[in-house]
């Protein structure tokens, strides 16, 4: 299921590296209380690569640096995604947190606060201690002498879908958020199709970033997806939409038979069309999996005219997990 779960941490990081989103994730996760202490205007990324590469064992996902109001100070706003509890331990904030600070030491900058917090949409419980104290058995005998801090816990499975609606302006963000609350529904068309509805004026490439998401967690089929987007984007957009995901081939092929003129033609160019398709829906998936498609694969794919093949390597494209894993398929 590895790559499942790398499915879901690449569609969270897409969203939250767009600095609006970030913001207004922020702004929904934080007590009031913090919030009117932060100046969100200054948010800054902080690169994760380099505190990662310190603490091998974990990954850091997302970190940002926010200056206060009142002050010259700084607060650290560490973000973590979670679509399953196993990986999941105290102590792997705990070092995130401690690298932090280890290279503000070595900068020669102010140890800062941080403001730890896990964002979880999986399918159990959440069953981790958000006290750091809670960890131990005895933790009131000793709890002068241990760590005291807590993250904060968003957890889509206790928050009530009309609470995201109410408290997220961004539309964007808003869509994400309820993709993760409800993406183990399984194939439930017509909740992707409401909550994609809410991003259907987003550009082709900004929108396709969701629909690729669902898609890819469900294994939908080529009519599941022309329905979600008949029912979703509509209207002028629908055409395009659909001629990128669905129609293009199909609508090509048939449109070659015609010119042919020739019943036999027809049917040569709805067989030729429907390959077309598998093609770009396997480039798409390709695009989406690795952001980009290698002229040499690109080439492959466009030799290949058996779409079962292309249908079979479209599915696996899914589990992969390298680049040459797809070209040991052709």
């Known amino acids: 299921m590895e790559d499942i779960y790398q499915t879901h941490d690449k569609f969270f990081k897409q969203i939250i590296s767009n600095i609006e989103n970030a913001k207004s994730f922020v702004e929904f996760s934080l007590p009031k209380e913090i919030l009117e202490q932060l100046d969100l205007d200054t948010i800054k990324p902080i690169n994760t690569e380099k505190i990662s590469k310190k603490y091998k064992r974990f990954n850091l996902d997302i970190a940002f640096r926010f200056q206060t109001k009142t002050s010259s100070a700084q607060v650290y706003y560490l973000l973590e995604h979670k679509s399953e509890t196993g990986s999941f331990s105290n102590i792997q904030i705990l070092s995130y947190m401690l690298a932090i600070w ?116 469900n294994d939908l089929e080529e009519e599941e997806i022309k329905t979600i987007l008949d029912s979703t984007v509509g209207g002028d957009k629908m055409a395009p939409v659909i001629e990128k995901w669905i129609e293009k081939g199909r609508e090509e092929g048939i449109k070659k038979g015609k010119e042919e003129g020739l019943l036999e033609g027809m049917e040569k160019g709805k067989i030729e069309g429907m390959i077309i398709e598998a093609q770009d829906l396997l480039l798409d998936a390709i695009e989406a999996k690795f952001d980009k498609v290698p002229r040499d694969i690109k080439l492959m794919v466009k030799k290949t005219k058996d779409r079962d093949k292309l249908r079979s390597i479209l599915k696996a494209t899914i589990k992969v997990q390298s680049i040459d894993e797809i070209r040991d398929m052709f």
Request: hydrophobic share 40%; charged share 30%.
């Open 102 to 217: 280890e290279e503000d030491m070595k900068n020669k900058r102010p140890i800062e606060p941080i403001i730890p917090v896990v964002f979880y949409h999986g399918k159990t419980n959440w069953d981790k201690p958000i006290d750091f104290s809670d960890l131990f058995e005895e933790k009131y005998i000793y709890k002068d002498y241990l760590p005291a801090f807590k993250y904060i816990l968003i957890d889509t499975n206790k928050i009530e879908e009309e609470r995201f609606r109410l408290n997220i302006n961004n539309k964007c963000l808003l869509s994400a958020l309820l993709l993760f609350k409800f993406i183990f529904l399984g194939k439930d068309l017509n909740k992707y199709s409401e909550i994609l509805y809410i991003v259907k004026d987003l550009d082709l490439d900004e929108f396709l970033i969701y629909l690729m998401y669902i898609t890819t967690v």
